[in-house]
Antibody, heavy 121, light 107 residues
Framework: QVQLVQSGAEVVKPGASVKVACKAS????????IYWVRQAPGERLEWMGW????????EFSAIFQKRMTITTDTSATTVYMQLNGLRSEDSAVYYC??????????????WGQGTLVTVSS | DIHMTQSPSSVSASVGDRVNITCRAS??????LAWYQQRPGKSPKVLIY???HLQSGVPSRFIGSGSGTDFTLTIDSVQPEDFATYFC?????????FGQGTRLDLK
């Protein structure tokens, strides 16, 4: 079955970077877009960006564009999200999720289990 | 950005009740809306995708309706496993945006 498995929780210091992995399985990795979405305590879900795993196309929210990168390792069917210059308000659960269709329809049919990132000195 | 507003923010219901959750977009999004369920400590799960269509494996008591700016998720005969938080998401344009969530709890 389609599955996304994320790397474990991280505690990082303010100003540092975090890199979260999302391992995909159960489908043709190269055919789908992967999104990154975060959920801070008490806040609504926030879309961060996406990557097409096959051709590497990306798009980012303007909020994150300057300090976020998304990359893929196609041989490992893994997507990576790196966020730089972390501050306390970046403490959240970060999710990867797959688009529901091959030809990107912008809805999310399979989600990873989430990665808790805590920014603390 | 398209702002999504859900109402109510929380609703109490008994097993067997019908529940309606609404989602309003700040500008027209035609059919491009999805609904998700999130149980505590779990990832969101898609219920309804743009059309609206029922996602495979989701019980038929979940019904999506609406187009343009106003949408409704109806749970027809709430079951114990349905007590959770529900989110809408517009899939019309970037940045993708979500509603603030509606918590469904047991009356």
């Amino acid at each position: 079955q389609v599955q996304l498995v994320q790397s474990g929780a991280e505690v990082v210091k303010p100003g540092a970077s975090v890199k979260v992995a999302c391992k995909a399985s159960g489908y043709n990795f190269n055919s789908f877009v992967i999104y990154w979405v975060r959920q801070a305590p008490g806040e609504r879900l926030e879309w961060m960006g996406w990557i097409h795993a096959g051709n590497g196309d990306t798009e980012f929210s303007a909020i994150f564009q300057k300090r976020m990168t998304i990359t893929t390792d196609t041989s490992a069917t893994t997507v990576y999200m790196q966020l730089n210059g972390l501050r306390s308000e970046d403490s959240a659960v970060y999710y990867c999720a797959r688009d529901g269709r091959r030809f990107r329809e912008n809805w999310l049919d399979t989600w990873g289990q989430g990665t808790l990132v805590t920014v603390s000195s | 950005d398209i702002h999504m507003t859900q109402s109510p923010s929380s609703v109490s219901a008994s097993v067997g009740d019908r529940v309606n959750i609404t989602c309003r977009a700040s500008q027209p999004i035609t059919i491009w809306l999805a609904w998700y369920q999130q149980r505590p400590g779990k990832s969101p799960k898609v219920l309804i995708y743009p059309g609206p269509h029922l996602q495979s494996g989701v019980p038929s008591r979940f019904i999506g309706s609406g187009s343009g700016t106003d949408f409704t998720l109806t749970i027809d005969s709430v079951q114990p496993e349905d007590f959770a938080t529900y989110f809408c998401q517009q899939a019309h344009s970037f940045p993708l945006t979500f509603g603030q969530g509606t918590r469904l709890d047991l009356k």
